[in-house]
């Protein structure tokens, strides 16, 4: 933990703690209204934002929060009142912005923007103090907002059109989340990098979705996966001397790969023990009853029937007799579907 003597390493890991956290939270509205490549359109924004501070002598943070922000509100704006679908205006957003930061930065004086990659693929020993408390402010407020509009959020990423007729403001929610976007952008630019912000915002929100069963479990988990990923890759690429940004991306790349096949795995399992289960069912020759020659076995309200060392359980439908299969313990093993045990 030698790490941790270091005042930049201390800081470092502290911003990548506030965009392990604020990142997910935001970017799991984004997976559920299928917007995941926003995130990256409002980087090239902010990268135009980085290009007027770096013009100005002012601090790029600053510029590229403003700018990020007007791009959010202007590609809803656009998506909301004029012709141009949705996925258009986003093109236009990643050209516009990336170009926007390149004719601005070859504006500057030459040792004004040697700075440039810290921004586009992050650097997050250069963090300063000031840096530190920009983002603990946007932290606090970011997460403040998904606390308190949360609901609405998600009924209005879930489904517009519902959340129009129950009358919820759907245009100025979508500004609001837009605007969350742009200032997790900025708030992750120098941890992740502006070309890589997505990725940490996107990847734990799609790994949660495999094993949340609420989208408030599906949050929660998701936040919590963005804090393991964004601190262990920071930790990592100190000691592998690698960029943290393509670290903490690789390691969340990493862990969806890995949470997928083991779902495909469990998935898989699940439907063989299910076919398994009917065939039992299906190839059972007799019905039993007071003499079909297997020992009763009383289990609760019901009998059960010792059949070559295995309890079956007679039910009745309206499609005939059917089977449940226990264990000696009495607890089911399998049951057909369409049939309640009691």
Do not use: K
């Not at 003597?5 to 965009?19: C, E, K, P, T």
């Amino acid at each position: 933990m030698e790490l941790l003597d270091y005042g930049f390493m201390q800081r470092a890991l502290l911003a990548s703690l506030m965009v392990g956290l604020v990142a997910p939270a935001v970017g799991v509205f984004l997976v559920q209204r299928r917007l995941s490549l926003l995130g990256d359109g409002l980087g090239h924004v902010a990268l135009t934002g980085v290009g007027v501070g770096v013009l100005t002598s002012s601090a790029p943070v600053g510029t590229a929060l403003v700018a990020a922000v007007l791009g959010a509100v202007l590609i809803e704006l656009v998506r909301a009142r004029g012709r141009t679908s949705g996925d258009v205006a986003l093109a236009v957003l990643f050209y516009g912005g990336i170009a926007g930061g390149v004719v601005l930065l070859s504006l500057a004086p030459r040792g004004q923007a040697t700075n440039l990659d810290a921004y586009l693929f992050g650097a997050i020993t250069t963090t300063t103090a000031s840096d530190v408390a920009v983002f603990a402010v946007i932290t606090v407020v970011v997460l403040a907002v998904v606390w308190l509009l949360g609901s609405r959020l998600y009924a209005v990423s879930d489904d517009e059109e519902y959340a129009r007729a129950v009358g919820l403001p759907v245009l100025p929610l979508n500004v609001v989340l837009a605007a969350l976007v742009a200032s997790t952008v900025v708030l992750s630019m120098r941890v992740v990098g502006l070309l890589l912000i997505s990725a940490l915002m996107i990847l734990p929100s799609a790994v949660a979705q495999l094993v949340g069963r609420s989208f408030r479990s599906t949050l929660y988990l998701a936040c919590g996966i963005g804090v393991v990923v964004s601190v262990s890759g920071t930790a990592t690429s100190y000691y592998t001397g690698t960029p943290s940004g393509g670290t903490i991306v690789l390691l969340a790349i990493a862990l969806f790969l890995a949470v997928t096949v083991a779902v495909a795995l469990r998935d898989a399992t699940a439907r063989r023990r299910h076919g398994r289960r009917v065939d039992v069912h299906a190839a059972h020759p007799h019905e039993h009853g007071d003499d079909c020659g297997h020992r009763p076995v009383p289990h609760g309200d019901h009998v059960d029937y010792d059949h070559d060392g295995h309890l079956h359980a007679p039910h009745r439908t309206g499609t005939g007799v059917h089977y449940d299969e226990h264990d000696r313990a009495g607890s089911a093993v399998a049951r057909p579907a369409g049939t309640e045990h009691p």
